[in-house]
């Protein structure tokens, strides 16, 4: 008797932090060292696409050089053995989930591996560099290709099937995640309105926390494979 039939678990940049990708707000993390209103906004691509496109190219770069640790591969072990549904949103741009494994997977906020054509809207894979005069594979315009990530001020992806999906789930589980950035920082609020029991996974209290049920903190490495340990345990109790 499985304890949970709908699980969705939502991750941050601290998932990634041990494999060697920086997070955004911690010391010495990506805001500290490019202002976002520079290189994540639609205003700035359009001010100066070489400094946007200047910033994805070195996160695409380091991506392509760093792999899923222990809690990226705890959860694609959940995925595969847990007997239940589960849901994979990530806030992240890395593949790591995919690297590790995992499947049912919503990047809400794009990915790092992925561009997008402004002119004849094609996605596609591309993990080489881009500027402003790199031709469209498909249209053959030039200059019209940008990352297909979500920036500031822009409506993330995916937030209909999240939102249903948290509507009937009954655990959510929260990583690696500040809690400041909306509307992932509501997904709890909306899990407890249905009902669900939430976790927090992190290395310290989210401005969050205080919505948790349950709350574990360390470094992801090690809370997040026993919390799944766990889970596996109680699933087939
Ligand atoms: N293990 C677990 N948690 C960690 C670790 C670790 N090794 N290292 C850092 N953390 C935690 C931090 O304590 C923090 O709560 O991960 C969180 C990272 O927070 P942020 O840097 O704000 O990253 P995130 O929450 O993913 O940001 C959300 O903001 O800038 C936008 O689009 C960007 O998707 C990003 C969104």
């Known amino acids: 008797m499985t304890k949970f039939n709908r699980i969705i678990i939502l991750t941050g940049a601290g998932i990634s932090a041990e494999s060697g990708l920086d997070t955004f707000r911690d010391k010495g993390g990506i805001w500290e ?3 976002l209103t520079q290189v994540a906004t639609p205003e ?16 695409r770069g380091m991506v392509k050089n760093v792999h899923p640790n222990p809690a990226h591969k705890a959860l694609a072990r959940l995925e595969q053995e847990y007997p239940g549904e589960i849901l ?6 890395d593949d790591l989930h995919e690297k590790a494994g995992s499947k049912n997977i919503c990047h809400m906020h794009g990915e790092l591996g992925k561009v997008r054509c402004q002119a ?16 469209c594979p498909v249209c053959e315009k030039k200059g019209r290709i940008r990352p297909h990530i979500v920036w500031f001020g822009e409506i993330p992806f995916d937030l209909n099937k999240i939102g249903q999906y948290l ?10 995640t500040s809690g400041t950035v909306y509307p ?3 997904f709890v609020q909306a899990a407890m309105d249905a009902g669900a ?3 927090e996974l992190n290395r ?31 699933a087939y109790a």
């Open 120 to 135: 004849c809207r094609e996605v596609m894979m591309w993990w080489d560099d881009l500027d402003r005069h790199t031709d």
């Open 197 to 199: 029991h939430t976790v």
């Open 184 to 186: 992932a920082a509501g």
């Open 88 to 93: 994979l949103v990530t806030q992240n741009v």
């Open 204 to 234: 310290e209290p989210s401005d969050g926390y205080s919505l948790f049920e349950e709350t574990h903190y360390g470094p992801a490495t090690q809370v997040v494979p026993q919390y799944v340990e766990k889970l596996l345990k109680e």
């Open 33 to 35: 060292k490019y202002d």
């Open 167 to 176: 509507e009937n789930s009954d655990l959510f589980i929260s990583i690696g």
């Open 44 to 59: 700035a691509f359009a001010r100066d696409p070489d400094m946007v496109h200047e910033f994805y190219n070195l996160r």
